[in-house]
């Protein structure tokens, strides 16, 4: 098993050779020669303030190969620094792979790669691979930042101004709905609430009075899954491996 994996990585190598200081990798020719440059700076900066490893590689096809685990294994095999992200797009096949070893691990979280994801598949999908590959730095620019501050990005952070807007919405409600209420437990102008005012002394009177309440039995069987259907999926949810075994947190998208 052992001699596998090392096969494995060694013929990756070879597909993909990379420098000690690479770390824009163009197979599918995406980029200019002043475009990759940007994208090296923008990474050596993150790297240089806070001690991690991004890696962004566009390649032409997957050839069949699982994206996850292509990513993984590019990124072991690079000996990039063990707490990094990767940002993996085949072009061909119109799919990309996020994934955070490490302490990055616990930065992409789901609500992390839900909000990178989302912008990056939808600059990949206008064509735009230099949007896309900025996005992905600069959100992990902000990741880090609140991780340098012992912050995790979350739901909070990512609906926050939604989350306001309904607070201020949620609090007008129950103020109006408290008014009413002591509107009508007031003793003034309250209006008659039947006829019992206007009834002749000694009239008719109800003596008797039944409620009625129709029943009905409900079951529920639960729905079989179909034959060979798969569990899990590509989100953030499962734990990537690479051929060695070693985990990485993300996930894939198609675009």
Same mark, same amino acid.
């Given at each position: 098993?052992?001699?596998?994996?090392?096969?494995?990585?060694?013929?990756?190598?070879?597909?993909?050779?990379?420098?000690?200081?690479?770390? +824009?990798? =163009?197979?599918?020719?995406?980029?200019?020669? #002043?475009?990759?440059?940007? /994208?090296?700076?923008?990474?050596?900066?993150?790297? @240089?303030?806070?001690?991690?490893?991004?890696?962004?590689?566009? !390649?032409?096809? *997957?050839?069949?190969?699982?994206?996850?685990?292509? @990513? @993984?294994?590019?990124?072991?095999?690079?000996?990039?620094?063990? !707490?990094?992200?990767?940002?993996?797009?085949? &072009? #061909?096949?119109?799919?990309?792979?996020?994934?955070?070893?490490?302490?990055?691990?616990?930065?992409?979280?789901?609500?992390?790669?839900? %909000?990178?994801?989302?912008? &990056?598949?939808?600059?990949?999908?206008? !064509?735009?691979?230099?949007? $896309? $590959?900025?996005?992905?730095? =600069? #959100?992990?620019?902000?990741? /880090?930042?609140?991780?340098? %501050?012992?912050?995790?990005?979350?739901? &909070? *952070? %990512?609906?926050?101004?939604?989350?306001?807007?309904?607070?201020?919405?949620?609090? *007008? *409600?129950?103020?109006?709905?408290?008014?009413?209420?002591?509107?009508?437990?007031?003793?003034?102008? +309250?209006?008659?609430?039947?006829?019992?005012?206007?009834? $002749?002394?000694?009239?008719?009177?109800?003596?008797?009075?039944?409620?009625?309440?129709?029943?009905?039995?409900?079951?529920?069987?639960?729905?079989?899954?179909?034959?060979? $259907?798969?569990?899990?999926?590509?989100?953030?949810?499962? &734990?990537?491996?690479?051929?060695?075994?070693?985990?990485?947190?993300?996930?894939? %998208?198609?675009?």
């Amino acid at each position: 098993m052992k001699q596998r994996v090392l096969f494995v990585l060694a013929a990756l190598w070879a597909l993909y050779p990379v420098s000690a200081q690479e770390r +824009v990798f =163009d197979y599918a020719g995406v980029f200019s020669g #002043e475009e990759k440059a940007e /994208l090296e700076d923008r990474i050596a900066s993150v790297s @240089a303030r806070y001690g991690f490893g991004l890696v962004i590689v566009f !390649d032409r096809s *997957l050839q069949g190969y699982d994206i996850n685990r292509r @990513a @993984a294994d590019f990124y072991e095999t690079g000996g990039f620094p063990p !707490d990094g992200a990767i940002l993996f797009n085949a &072009v #061909e096949d119109r799919e990309f792979a996020i994934l955070a070893s490490g302490k990055g691990k616990d930065i992409l979280n789901p609500a992390a790669f839900g %909000r990178t994801s989302g912008g &990056v598949a939808g600059a990949l999908g206008k !064509d735009r691979p230099l949007a $896309a $590959a900025r996005l992905f730095c =600069d #959100e992990w620019d902000h990741y /880090l930042a609140l991780d340098a %501050r012992g912050r995790h990005y979350n739901a &909070v *952070l %990512r609906y926050g101004s939604a989350l306001t807007g309904a607070g201020w919405i949620l609090g *007008l *409600l129950v103020s109006f709905l408290t008014v009413m209420g002591w509107k009508a437990g007031m003793k003034t102008a +309250v209006p008659r609430g039947g006829a019992a005012g206007f009834t $002749a002394p000694g009239g008719p009177s109800v003596t008797e009075k039944n409620d009625s309440f129709l029943y009905s039995a409900v079951s529920k069987t639960p729905r079989q899954s179909a034959p060979g $259907a798969k569990t899990g999926g590509s989100g953030p949810g499962a &734990v990537r491996a690479s051929s060695s075994g070693k985990t990485y947190s993300g996930g894939s %998208r198609k675009y």
